[in-house]
């Protein structure tokens, strides 16, 4: 299962750390990521970390601006979000899968999503 949570309401400009706790899943097999989905919008892709070296991907749209980290003390990924933009605005999805990609189809593992609100 995957447990994500740390959304709220933040201010443009501001920052928000996202948190993704797994259970019963070898973590340390699994590449993490982070998807979000706008309202009236598909579901795309944010950024994913590997399971081997920590290799780690962006959306050029959050690149500079957004950190992906995985702690294997607590099986979790965070998602680290600075300069939010109004264009943040989504729910954000952690998804657990045997290989890092860009696609969700690559994730077979989801979480129940957690709600992040930029405002101006």
């Known amino acids: 299962q995957l447990q994500a949570c740390g959304g709220g309401l933040v201010q443009a400009g501001g920052s928000l750390r996202l948190s993704c706790a797994t259970s019963g899943l070898p973590f340390s097999r699994y590449a993490m990521a982070w998807f979000r989905q706008a309202p009236g919008k598909e579901r795309e892709f944010i950024a994913a970390i590997s399971w081997v070296n920590d290799i780690t991907k962006y959306d050029e749209s959050v690149e500079g601006r957004f950190t992906i980290s995985r702690d294997s003390t607590s099986n979790a990924v965070n998602l680290q979000m600075s300069t939010l933009k109004l264009e943040d605005t989504a729910v954000y999805y952690c998804?657990?899968?045997?290989?890092?990609?860009?696609?969700?189809?690559?994730?077979?593992?989801w979480g129940q999503g957690t709600e992040v609100t930029v405002s101006s």
């Open positions: 998804a657990a899968g045997r290989m890092i990609g860009t696609s969700s189809r690559w994730y077979e593992y």
